[in-house]
């Protein structure tokens, strides 16, 4: 079955404790994006790569990191979270091809204290 | 800064009447366009795609794009208590040599009047 999977989905952790959320596509696609959805503010990308090591920042990366060191894999890192990342974040993949749509992970709810 | 504006709604219809969700973008280069729908708490899940002037049917799902009023609606037939949902629409541009740049509007909540 073809799927973008994240882990993990939810997780509670405290300011500072370096974390990373994991993602993962069967797709074969070049294409993977991370964003971040919060209540009013609707889905915003925090980084892009358009293939196995070339990331691009996205429109809010500010305490974000990532890297793309395999081509199925496209881990989201955050290196002291803080309050105000706390959100819903989603991984998206695609084909190289930048008209087809992104198949969007289960989402990961991240909470930190 | 492209821009995708929907109106936040709720959007209240009928069961069994047509629901029409509106969004405009500000990049006149966009080439592709999408409709997600999103359950609370759940991740966007694809409904419609369209790349070309007119309508586009799916089912009870229609989508319509004029590029020149740059303008993208989808009309949902015989509504069900199933649509209750947020719809996103997503643009992609074609600015900067990048064509991978989707942007979301804040999506319309839709809700069945039983």
């Known amino acids: 079955e073809a799927q973008v999977t994240q882990n993990p989905r939810y997780l509670i952790t405290v300011t500072g404790k370096k974390l990373t959320v994991t993602c993962s596509q069967n797709?074969?696609?070049?294409?993977m994006s991370w964003y971040r959805q919060d209540p009013g503010l609707g889905l915003r990308q925090i980084y892009y790569s358009m293939n196995v090591e070339v990331t691009d920042k996205g429109d809010v990366p500010e305490g974000y990191k990532v890297s793309r060191k395999e081509k199925r894999n496209f881990p989201l890192i955050l290196e002291s979270p803080s309050p105000n990342q706390t959100s819903l974040y989603f991984c998206?993949?695609?084909?190289?091809?930048?008209?087809?749509?992104?198949?969007f992970g289960d989402g990961t709810r991240l909470s930190i204290l | 800064q492209k821009e995708v504006e929907q109106n936040s709604g709720p959007l209240s219809v009928p069961e069994g009447a047509i629901a029409s969700l509106n969004c405009t973008y500000s990049d006149r280069g966009s080439q592709s366009f999408f409709w997600y729908r999103q359950y609370s708490g759940k991740s966007p899940e694809l409904i419609m795609s369209i790349y070309s002037n007119g309508d586009k049917e799916d089912g009870r799902f229609t989508a319509q794009l004029n590029k020149a009023s740059q303008y993208v609606s989808l009309l949902i037939r015989d509504s069900q208590p199933s649509d209750s949902a947020t719809y996103l629409c997503?643009?992609?541009?074609?600015?900067?040599?990048?064509?991978?740049?989707?942007?979301f509007g804040k999506g319309t909540l839709l809700t069945m009047n039983p």
């Open positions: 797709m074969n696609h070049e294409y």
């Open positions: 998206a993949s695609s084909s190289r091809d930048g008209n087809q749509p992104q198949h």
């Open positions: 997503a643009v992609n541009g074609n600015s900067g040599g990048s064509n991978y740049k989707l942007t």
